[in-house]
């Protein structure tokens, strides 16, 4: 054994080499490249710094991000938060983001609902559903999205004036100037009941995952749902009524050119949100047929075979494992759904790139303006692909 | 009406950046700082003036049916091309969007920007850009249809109004309605041919631009009785070309063809007889002007002769008005010469 210990082809760790200073060296050669292409590539961003700079300062073009706190004046159609012509270009773009983020999300959301319920459908042993599903995803696939968009703007403009409007149910009015909804009338009392309702929404989570680990240790089921909805229901209705039991709605009416009052839905935001929606569960839709389908026979067979019914067997059995094949490319496609809401300003929808586009002509700063819109896309595609990562690792396979 | 690539202006706007950044033009982008090399001797060396011109604007500059560029800004182009080489050809026209258009001038894309651009003292200094005159005086309006009754803008209160984002017009809008306290709803779209479209589906209950680009609009639709420009005028908007800052000779250049077109028509010299009045007119500021005496050219570094030569190609500022604008409707109002009541276009002596 110590002869063993002492020979050195069983040593763990290599042998120590001397580096010898030359080209026939693996290890120099490695570093020699690894300085050159380093080196090379800092060079060229200096370069392209001091030049745009050198180029700036020539043509005496402004610089800096000091217009940010300067009056915008532009006219935005539609914000989440306060905002006037008076406020600053920074609150103008983080109006923008929000309205980016707007569509962004609820887009995802719809689409991911669509694109399943699609997927599914294109498996179905309907036959009728099955070809709508396969005929829905081939046309939508082939069409450019740009397209489409300018396409469902147009309908939507084609709808009837406001004095002409359709008026499906009371209070309810669909025109050329959009969706006008009666909304309540916001007071503290309905924020208290929105904050309890997240509040409800974490209770619930925690609670779940607190009972379903006891049944894993005692086997015993407890149903969740009773706590659940008096976390989700019961929570944000005591917290209303102890605001003072606000009920004031706000009815939409038709005064001088347009409806005022209660919440609208404008035609730009629509156009864009079924679009982008539509466009993308077409993806999604193809995502999720092939997930499930990479899922063996053997699977469904075996599940049927233990007597559990195919709406069972598709939401335990199937699904679950299907997801780890769905998850990684649906990311992609959630990007790109973000990405393409860009495309926005075809239509006339106020979002980051449409503000940021109009800030940076008025204050004549392009690489300022392109900068914060490529900060933005930035900052929302690393959160969609951290988030989906982390649940991408949550549900990938265990081995053991 | 030649279409534009999809989605130019973004494109144009990350290409004059990436431009600024390379330094791609290096003879632009050291022309201003030595102020030896000049815009003028680049141009002379490359044969072709480059022009940046609106997309489309019926009466301005839109190309026709076949596909040759014609109107008011596009003979200040032509203008200065027979300026320069006494050929009014050789120029190329770049097509530039509201928000493209600054970038493309800055990063030397185009030599000189001639499209109803309003010159403001922030775009004059912060821009880098130099204006060079006021070729067209014009104000901003509003049109609605007809058929909504609307007579005056005080009357928009809560309507929608239909606007082209990037442009001094969208902050005169904000600023009219803050200083007489009418609400509006925006409808932003950059593409002029969707925005108007929009106006026209009746998305919006108003459109706002310069008067100027209200008549070529409403010239434009299928009935133009349909549509109202409303009498208010709620701004200045002097529009003029203009240039990078820096390089004087060219703003000369320019500065002087446009008093050249207005002295003209004050003098009588149209396209029609300058060549008989280059022969035979004795008045002294006629002979100055068209290089019998003076060697005002040479001043300018181009040929002597070069007002005969550019009047030949264009004529005078009231022929390339009446030859454009008048037919769409927009009459000489305070763009008649400053000898008329009510007329502002003066042309600086000729000396």
């Not at chain 1, 707007?102 to 689409?111: E, T």
């Not at chain 2, 894309?109 to 060079?132: V, Y």
Request: glycine share 10%; charged share 15%; hydrophobic share 45%.
């Amino acid at each position: 054994m110590s002869q063993s210990a002492a020979d050195p082809r069983h040593l763990r760790t290599p042998p120590k080499r001397q580096l010898r200073l030359s080209w026939a060296d693996e290890r120099i050669r490695a570093i020699v490249w690894q300085v050159l292409i380093v080196g090379a590539v800092v060079g060229i961003v200096w370069w392209l710094v001091r030049n745009t700079q050198h180029n700036l300062e020539v043509r005496r073009i402004a610089t800096g991000f000091g217009f940010l706190q300067r009056e915008a004046g532009l006219p935005i159609g539609e914000h989440l938060i306060e905002y006037t012509p008076a406020s600053t270009y920074l609150r103008a773009l983080t109006v923008g983001v929000l309205n980016t983020l707007k569509v962004a999300v609820i887009g995802i959301v719809l689409a991911t609902v669509l694109g399943t319920v699609i997927g599914i459908a294109r498996l179905s042993k309907n036959w009728l559903l099955a070809k709508v599903s396969a005929v829905y995803v081939e046309v939508i696939r082939d069409v450019p999205l740009l397209l489409q968009l300018l396409f469902w703007y147009t309908i939507l403009q084609g709808l009837p004036a406001p004095r002409q409007a359709l008026n499906p149910v009371a209070g309810v009015f669909l025109s050329n100037r959009g969706l006008r909804l009666p909304f309540l009338d916001w007071e503290a009392g309905h924020s208290w009941a929105l904050l309890a309702f997240v509040a409800g929404c974490f209770a619930t989570w925690f609670y779940a995952r607190t009972m379903r680990r006891r049944r894993m240790q005692d086997g015993q089921p407890r149903p969740i749902w009773p706590a659940a909805l008096g976390f989700l229901i019961g929570l944000p209705v005591v917290a209303w009524w102890l605001g003072g039991a606000p009920t004031g709605v706000e009815w939409p009416a038709l005064r001088g050119f347009n409806f005022q009052g209660g919440m609208t839905i404008s035609p730009e935001y629509f156009a864009l949100l079924i679009g982008l929606t539509t466009y993308t569960a077409g993806f999604i839709a193809e995502i999720v047929r092939a997930g499930i389908l990479a899922v063996s026979q053997g699977q469904w067979e075996a599940a049927q075979a233990l007597g559990l019914r195919p709406g069972t067997v598709l939401r335990q059995v199937v699904l679950p494992q299907a997801l780890r094949v769905i998850v990684p490319p649906m990311t992609s496609q959630y990007l790109n759904l973000t990405k393409n809401s860009s495309l926005a300003v075809a239509i006339g929808y106020q979002d980051i790139v449409s503000i940021a586009n109009t800030t940076l002509n008025q204050t004549g700063q392009a690489i300022e303006g392109i900068a914060i819109i490529m900060l933005v896309y930035l900052t929302i595609s690393l959160s969609i692909s951290l988030f989906m990562n982390w649940y991408n690792s949550r549900i990938a396979l265990v081995e053991r | 009406m030649k279409k534009q690539p999809l989605r130019l202006a973004m494109l144009g706007t990350i290409g004059a950046v990436a431009m600024t950044a390379l330094g791609v033009l290096p003879a632009a982008a050291q022309a201003p700082a030595a102020g030896g090399a000049s815009i003028l001797d680049a141009i002379k060396a490359r044969g072709t003036l480059v022009c940046g011109v609106n997309t489309g604007l019926a009466g301005f500059a839109q190309p026709d049916s076949q596909g040759v560029w014609r109107g008011f800004d596009v003979e200040y182009c032509r203008a200065i091309a027979a300026a320069i080489f006494n050929d009014a050809n050789k120029v190329r026209y770049v097509p530039t969007t509201a928000q493209s258009r600054f970038t493309a001038l800055q990063s030397g894309e185009i030599d000189l920007l001639a499209r109803n651009t309003t010159w403001t003292l922030s775009r004059d200094t912060s821009l880098g850009l130099d204006f060079t005159g006021v070729n067209f005086y014009d104000g901003q309006g509003f049109m609605v249809k007809t058929s909504t009754g609307v007579k005056t803008a005080k009357e928009l209160e809560g309507a929608t109004i239909c606007v082209q984002p990037g442009t001094t017009t969208e902050q005169n809008l904000t600023d009219w309605a803050r200083a007489n306290n009418v609400r509006f709803t925006p409808v932003v779209i950059e593409r002029l041919e969707e925005l108007v479209s929009a106006y026209a589906a009746g998305r919006c209950d108003a459109y706002t631009t310069d008067v100027s680009g209200l008549a070529a609009t409403r010239s434009s639709q299928p009935t133009p009785a349909e549509h109202t420009i409303l009498p208010d005028v709620i701004s200045k908007e002097p529009l003029g070309p203009l240039v990078r800052h820096g390089d004087q000779r060219f703003a000369d250049l320019l500065r002087w063809t446009h008093f050249a077109l207005v002295a003209a028509e004050e003098l009588g010299i149209t396209q029609a007889n300058v060549a008989q009045m280059a022969a035979n007119d004795a008045r002294p500021e006629v002979q100055r002007m068209l290089g019998k005496n003076g060697g005002l050219g040479q001043m300018l570094g181009v040929p002597n002769e070069w007002v005969v030569n550019v009047l030949r190609a264009t004529g005078n500022y009231g022929e390339i008005f009446a030859r454009h604008l008048q037919p769409i409707g927009i009459q000489r109002g305070p763009n008649a010469l400053w000898t008329t009541p009510g007329g502002q276009q003066y042309a600086m002596p000729f000396r």
